[in-house]
T-cell receptor, first 110, second 113 residues
Framework: EDQVTQSPEALRLQEGESSSLNCSYTVSGLRGLFWYRQDPGKGPEFLFTLYSAGEEKEKERLKATLTKKESFLHITAPKPEDSATYLCAAFSGGYNKLIFGAGTRLAVHP | GAGVSQSPSNKVTEKGKDVELRCDPISGHTALYWYRQSLGQGLEFLIYFQGNSAPDKSGLPSDRFSAERTGGSVSTLTIQRTQQEDSAVYLC???????????FGQGTRLTVV
């Protein structure tokens, strides 16, 4: 069964303290690994798509990487405005849907 | 519009009543998805529409749930005889044909009392 697991469930960082969020996936025929940011009371906001192992993408303080079994979202020198829930999702070749993990709740304190 | 629009943003209904949730996708997006997000949970796939093809209904949790998409644009998700376990945020997303980068609306928060 296709599955996406994110860890940790919650992460508390001090401003400027870099860290990484993990997303491990088991899907048949991966057709894309997606990262979204979700703020309270809002819909997920698209961040990145990764398609093949070894691929990396960056946006401001965020960098996403992909291996054959997992993806990492690296946050460098985070700021309080980076506080949000980060969702990872995999698009399986056999299905017309994104399979989401439960998310990592990130809190960055000044 | 500039983004995916959902209405209403909040809906409180009595157990046993029917509700309709609306989604206006981004103009030109032919793929449309409905997801459900329960408190503290990940997004649960409900249904997928792509152009004029038959929808993928594999995620609908029961026959009380149905959805339609008129004219390849606006979609309505209907829940009949609502139950308390239907309480959740219902999210709609759309994407361009051939792209899997889905853009989400703000969601409809449904509360069944």
């Amino acid at each position: 069964e296709d599955q996406v697991t994110q860890s940790p469930e919650a992460l508390r960082l001090q401003e400027g303290e870099s860290s990484s969020l993990n997303c491990s996936y088991t899907v048949s025929g991966l057709r894309g690994l997606f990262w979204y940011r979700q703020d309270p009371g809002k819909g997920p906001e698209f961040l990145f798509t990764l398609y093949s192992a070894g691929e990396e993408k960056e946006k401001e303080r965020l960098k996403a990487t992909l291996t054959k079994k997992e993806s990492f979202l690296h946050i460098t020198a985070p700021k309080p405005e980076d506080s949000a829930t980060y969702l990872c999702a995999a698009f399986s070749g056999g299905y017309n849907k994104l399979i989401f993990g439960a998310g990592t709740r990130l809190a960055v304190h000044p | 519009g500039a983004g995916v629009s959902q209405s209403p943003s909040n809906k409180v209904t009595e157990k046993g009543k029917d509700v309709e949730l609306r989604c206006d996708p981004i103009s030109g997006h032919t793929a449309l998805y409905w997801y459900r997000q329960s408190l503290g949970q990940g997004l649960e796939f409900l249904i997928y529409f792509q152009g004029n093809s038959a929808p993928d209904k594999s995620g609908l949790p029961s026959d009380r749930f149905s959805a339609e998409r008129t004219g390849g644009s606006v979609s309505t998700l209907t829940i009949q005889r609502t139950q308390q376990e239907d309480s959740a945020v219902y999210l709609c997303a759309s994407s361009l044909v051939g792209s899997r980068e889905a853009f989400f609306g703000q969601g409809t928060r449904l509360t069944v009392v």
